[in-house]
């Protein structure tokens, strides 16, 4: 990362070291042995968080290049996501007294602020994966004309060539839509009067949850603004809870924002910068992650992907060689020319696999992520005497959806 993404570090680490530090120092200055013990008891809780986030990235960051980004990889980062979001939700519960005392009421709110956004970017997530569905449907009926068949005939090709061209198409589109993206993030800006209307038809023709003009680029800004490290007098009023606190907004932030990276989204964009001083011991895997996420955009043929998910790649790729290969074809086949296409048949079955095997059980962890999003936020607002808070308009919307069996 740039070095000017690190200035003010130190005054950071001093943020981080005297989160460490402040229940010692305030053990000193207590005189029961009872309260000493309950701060020793809140001190481990708080540093226990610190260390199972770091050691969670860690082993996501330890993965081969090769890995990264696939349904496996984002299923476990889902499944550490969830953990994080529990183990902080108990951290809530068991020091309720502090939530609706300033400045910890401050950081909640917009800590919860934050994680309404994130709903939206869950929903389009899930529109997403419909849009990878889309594809594997088309590569299922290539499969069907030409695997586990005694002998290839014209018939057959013409049959997979008409799904090649119908995925290639859909492809196309998103590839269009990115690059137009693409253009327009440049100056983070948006101009919705000049958006091109057949870059969009596939959005619609979905259904896409999240509104036309919707922004996975902006939400995921938003979702950033503003998050700075706690100041020192904010650790001390709230017991090291703000540290906590700002901890989950990161692992938010970068949740979501890897998910937009990874899956087809409206709009995507990863112009989001990560400002984490290295003294935070969760910080190291976190800017690791996000700096080969980045490579792995900037590389020529990733550019305008519709999302850096492996399975995608693997997707172009297969479709790109059987295309090839059935606009090459004569009949009737050589023995040579069917031994091709069996063996491109075979490398689109195993993309095929991995795609039916891991995309059913990543939406149900998005889902999953969507409900403990909306129960945390519910509880955190009840704990703080918000009993009546006013309903937002994504949790409507997650009614709406549920009974349309959508998330």
């Given at each position: 990362m740039p070095a000017t993404e690190y200035q003010g570090s130190a005054a950071a680490a001093a943020f981080t070291n005297l989160g460490r530090s402040f229940f010692s120092i305030h053990r000193e200055q207590v005189h029961s042995m009872d309260t000493a013990h309950e701060a020793t008891s809140q001190e481990q809780e708080l540093e226990s968080f610190q260390r199972q986030v770091a050691q969670r990235f860690h082993d996501l960051s330890s993965v081969d290049s090769n890995d990264l980004l696939s349904l496996s990889w984002i299923s476990k980062l889902l499944d550490a996501f969830i953990c994080c979001q529990e183990e902080f939700r108990a951290i809530l519960f068991n020091n309720r007294a502090y939530l609706n005392r300033p400045p910890m009421d401050r950081l909640l709110s917009e800590f919860f602020d934050r994680s309404v956004k994130a709903l939206d970017v869950c929903n389009a997530i899930r529109d997403g994966i419909e849009q990878i569905r889309q594809w594997q449907k088309q590569l299922e009926i290539v499969l069907c004309a030409l695997d586990n068949q005694r002998s290839l005939g014209e018939g057959q090709f013409r049959r997979a060539k008409k799904a090649l061209i119908d995925l290639a198409i859909g492809m196309l589109d998103e590839r269009e839509s990115n690059a137009a993206v693409a253009h327009r993030n440049r100056s983070f800006g948006r101009n919705n009067a000049q958006r091109d209307h057949r870059s969009l038809r596939h959005f619609r023709s979905l259904s896409w949850s999240v509104s036309r003009n919707w922004s996975a680029a902006r939400q995921l800004q938003a979702i950033g603004n503003s998050l700075a490290a706690p100041r020192p007098n904010d650790i001390m009023a709230t017991n090291g809870l703000a540290v906590a606190v700002f901890t989950m907004n990161?692992?938010?932030?970068?949740?979501?924002?890897?998910?937009?990276?990874?899956?087809?989204?409206?709009?995507?964009?990863?112009?989001?910068?990560?400002?984490?001083?290295?003294?935070?011991?969760?910080?190291?895997?976190?800017?690791?992650?996000?700096?080969?996420?980045?490579?792995?955009?900037?590389?020529?043929?990733?550019?305008?992907?519709?999302?850096?998910?492996?399975?995608?790649?693997?997707?172009?790729?297969?479709?790109?060689?059987?295309?090839?290969?059935?606009?090459?074809?004569?009949?009737?086949?050589?023995?040579?020319?069917?031994?091709?296409?069996?063996?491109?048949?075979?490398?689109?079955?195993l993309v095929y696999g991995a795609i039916k095997e891991g995309l059913d059980p990543v939406e149900r962890q998005v889902r999953e992520v969507f409900h403990r999003i909306v129960r945390s936020r519910t509880e955190g607002l009840d704990s703080m005497g918000r009993a009546n808070h006013e309903v937002c308009g994504e949790e409507l919307d997650f009614v709406a959806a549920s009974e349309e069996g959508l998330i």
């Open positions: 990161y692992v938010f932030l970068f949740v979501m924002w890897a998910l937009v990276a990874a899956i087809p989204c409206q709009d995507r964009g990863l112009q989001t910068h990560f400002y984490i001083a290295k003294q935070f011991v969760w910080a190291g895997p976190i800017l690791s992650l996000h700096e080969r996420i980045l490579e792995e955009s900037k590389k020529r043929d990733r550019r305008t992907a519709p999302g850096l998910l492996k399975e995608i790649r693997e997707i172009e790729k297969c479709a790109r060689h059987m295309n090839e290969l059935t606009d090459t074809v004569h009949f009737p086949l050589t023995e040579e020319k069917e031994g091709d296409a069996r063996q491109r048949v075979q490398e689109l079955a």
